[in-house]
C-alpha cells in the first residue's frame, strides 16, 4: 500500500454513460498524474496537476475526458460519453516537493466498457 | 522526444538463476531512469531510480540496475530469481529538471520464475 488510493477499483458501464473515478492523494503531495494502461502496454501519461494548477495534457486526452482537482487535495477523473476504446485500468500516481522524481501509484480503477 | 524499448515482452527463468531484463532508452540528455514492478491487478511499485552520482543502482528485492550513457542502457538484474519475482516489470524515463515529470513507460516485461 503506497498511501495512494483510488475509487471505485472496478466499474463497468455501458458505451455512452458517463463515468468518474476518484484518487486521493498522500497527504502533501503536491503532483498528481493520470496514466492510462490498456492491456500488455505500459502506462501512458494522461495529464498532471501541480497544486489545483492542471500543468499538462496528453494528446490521447480527448475532449470527452476532464480532470479537477480541487484544492490541490483529492483529484477526479471523468470520461463523458464512453466508448469501447476506452477500456482500460486507469492510474494515478503523487509525488511531492522533498521526494524527487518518484510517484508512487494507486492501485488504479479497471473500467470496462460494454 | 523521450521513448523506451524494452526487449523482451516475456522472460522465463528458473528459480535461482540469473535475472536479466532490458531496457535502452532515447532522449536528447540523459534522463532520469526508473523500474517499477507490477503484480496483477495492482498498482506499480517503484524497485530503483537512477537521477544522478553513482550509475549501478540498487534496489528493493536484490535487484539492480546499471546505467550505461554510452549505450543509452539501463538494465535490470538479480543474482538468483525467487518465485516471489514474478510479475511485469517496467522501464521508465522522465524529463531532467524540475524535479522530473511525467513519466514514459517502456511496453513492460513479464518475468516467469519456473521452480
Known amino acids: 500500500d503506497t498511501g495512494v488510493s483510488q475509487n471505485p477499483r472496478h466499474k463497468i458501464t455501458k458505451r455512452g454513460q458517463n463515468v468518474t473515478f476518484r484518487c486521493d492523494p498522500i497527504s502533501e503531495h503536491n503532483r498528481l498524474y493520470w496514466y492510462r494502461q490498456t492491456l500488455g502496454q505500459g502506462p501512458e501519461f494522461l495529464t498532471y496537476?501541480?497544486?489545483?494548477?492542471?500543468?499538462?495534457k496528453s494528446r490521447l486526452l480527448s475532449d470527452r475526458f476532464s480532470a479537477e482537482r480541487p484544492k490541490g487535495s483529492f483529484s477526479t477523473l471523468e470520461i463523458q460519453r464512453t466508448e469501447q476504446g476506452d477500456s482500460a485500468m486507469y492510474l494515478c500516481a503523487t509525488h511531492g516537493a522533498g521526494l524527487h522524481y518518484e510517484q508512487y501509484f494507486g492501485p488504479g480503477t479497471r473500467l470496462t466498457v460494454t | 522526444a523521450q521513448s523506451v524499448t524494452q526487449l523482451g515482452s516475456h522472460v522465463s527463468v528458473s528459480e535461482g538463476a540469473l535475472v536479466l531484463l532490458r531496457c535502452n532508452y532515447s532522449s536528447s540528455v540523459p534522463p532520469y531512469l526508473f523500474w517499477y514492478v507490477q503484480y496483477p491487478n495492482q498498482g506499480l511499485q517503484l524497485l530503483l531510480k537512477y537521477t544522478t552520482g553513482a550509475t549501478l543502482v540498487k534496489g528493493i528485492n536484490g535487484f539492480e540496475a546499471e546505467f550505461k550513457k554510452s549505450e543509452t542502457s539501463f538494465h535490470l538484474t538479480k543474482p538468483s530469481a525467487h518465485m516471489s519475482d514474478a510479475a511485469e516489470y517496467f522501464c521508465?524515463?522522465?524529463?531532467?529538471?524540475?524535479?522530473?515529470?511525467?513519466?514514459?513507460f517502456g511496453q513492460g516485461t513479464e518475468l516467469s520464475v519456473k521452480p
Open positions: 496537476f501541480q497544486n489545483e494548477a492542471q500543468l499538462e
Open positions: 521508465a524515463v522522465s524529463e531532467r529538471g524540475n524535479q522530473g515529470g511525467k513519466l514514459i
